[in-house]
């Protein structure tokens, strides 16, 4: 059997930055990948750009998980200025446009490449196709799958999201054998299903719009952005952002339903002026009176839930009427939400190890000494724009070091 100091179990955002920040400690590090290749996921961030990084004030408003503060004071521990320098010393160089982080590369495979490499130039040893099944505690260590063991362990297996990029909620099922204490899984930062009966004619179309997720009549969120249509239901940022709240509340058997503008009352008042005229000035179709207002797509659609003949010539009072009601929908089209996507097709898992088990400022479990949680695993999940990997990077910086007795420069938790 193979001995190391410390075991990391996944090559992913978290696994392969503690195992950089713990050979650089001085330690002897094994990580182990079950896919055939370390930091897939990496690769497919960012639309394959990676939002690397995220410099957020108001982490409060994006966070969710059962101990909202703790999360929050995690990812502030570690100055942003402090995660550049770390990124520049493994040579990935970071650019900011918007407000967005992003390598200057503007590939997320060479993230992903640089960190691996970086991770064995400093010592680490890295077995792919290794899927961890079994762990066992001995001797104050951990035996891994009966081949490996070590005397610390770190999990950073990530959650349930994308099976397919290997995170099958394997972190999870290790835990639990341990006694760890996780909290309910629910998919986000994922599409949500919707009944729209309309929702095959408006595939695809994608629209800036006003969104408000409502939970048993009252709104909980609201954002900003631009959402995609698709043939179940309803994506985009906004949506992304909302979904882990909208999949615990129907977890817990609650009516959801998102509202969505994509007209506001100001265009409302313009678009009926306008419509008006037209009107009195003749020769016009329903259909010729809403061109233009939203997508082509949408307003067939809202004409088509209302049961409106869009080559109807009314008069000019009715028109204004029939005009009027399908502006109102487009003003606030409420859709029925009936499940999310998934968690093969979320980007982020909600829920994991309770954060009041692992000390924060090494992620070691407070009952199960040498053991390590890190990244997607806890339960700390935020909304789209490099928040969840600067928690990984974050999490797995403070394991690496600490677990290998290293030390970070002026600590906010010493
Ligand atoms: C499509 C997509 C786009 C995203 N884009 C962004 C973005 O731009 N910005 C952002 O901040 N976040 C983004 N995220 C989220 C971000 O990628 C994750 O939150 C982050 O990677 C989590 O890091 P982690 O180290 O906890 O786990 P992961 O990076 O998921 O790594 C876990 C690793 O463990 C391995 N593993 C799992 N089980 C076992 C086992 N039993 N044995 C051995 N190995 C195992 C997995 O194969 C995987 O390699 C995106 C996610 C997805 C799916």
């Known amino acids: 059997m193979k001995n190391y100091d410390i075991i990391i179990v996944g090559a992913g955002a978290s696994g392969l930055t503690a195992g950089i920040c713990a050979a650089r400690n001085g330690s002897n590090v094994l990580i182990l990948e079950k896919l055939s290749k370390p930091g897939k996921k990496i690769t497919v961030t960012g639309n ?71 991770a064995l130039a400093t010592g680490c040893d890295i077995t792919c196709d290794c899927d ?27 959650g349930c999201s994308r099976p397919d990029l290997g995170t099958d909620g394997s972190s999870f099922r290790l835990l639990k ?80 339903s998102v509202r969505v503008a994509v007209l506001s009352q100001r265009d409302r008042e313009v678009m009926m002026k306008s419509i008006w005229e037209r009107l009195i000035e003749g020769g016009y179709n329903i259909e010729e009176l809403l061109t ?23 008069s000019v009072d009715d028109g204004f009427k029939i005009a009027g009601h399908v502006i109102d929908m487009l003003c606030g089209l409420t859709l029925h939400v009936t499940g999310t996507m998934g968690f093969e097709n979320s980007q982020v898992t909600s829920g994991g190890v309770r954060l009041d088990e692992v000390n924060p400022a090494t992620l070691e479990h407070k009952r199960l000494k040498g053991l390590y949680i890190t990244g997607e695993a806890l339960d700390a999940d935020f909304a789209c724009g490099g928040n969840n990997l600067t928690f990984a990077w974050i999490t797995g910086l403070r394991a690496g070091t600490y677990s290998a007795g290293g030390t970070i420069d002026s600590d906010i938790f010493y």
């Open 48 to 118: 394959g750009k990676c939002n690397i990084l995220s410099n957020r004030e108001d982490v409060e408003s994006i966070v969710h998980g059962r101990d909202k503060e703790l999360a929050c004071k995690i990812f502030r521990s570690i100055p942003f200025e402090t995660l550049l320098r770390f990124f520049e010393s493994i040579g990935i160089f970071i650019h900011e446009k918007n407000g967005y982080y992003y390598p200057v590369s503007l590939q997320a495979s060479t993230v992903r490449d640089t960190l691996v490499t970086v």
């Open 132 to 158: 961890v099944t079994d762990i066992t505690e001995r001797d104050g260590g951990f035996v891994i799958n009966n081949m490996f063991s070590c005397k610390k362990l770190i999990m950073s297996a990530g």
């Open 177 to 256: 054998k341990f006694g760890v204490g996780i909290t309910k899984l629910y998919p986000s930062l994922v599409g949500l299903a919707t009944d729209f009966k309309q929702s095959k004619v408006i595939d695809g179309v994608r629209h800036y719009a006003d969104v408000h997720l409502m939970v048993d009549g009252t709104e909980v969120f609201f954002e900003n952005g631009e959402i995609i249509f698709n043939k179940k239901g309803i994506s985009g940022i906004p949506i992304m952002n909302c979904s882990g709240i909208a999949a615990q509340a129907l977890d817990e058997g609650k009516k959801v």
């Open 292 to 314: 233009g207002i939203a997508n082509r797509k949408l307003v067939y659609a809202a004409m088509l839930h209302l049961h409106i003949d869009p080559e109807l010539r009314p």
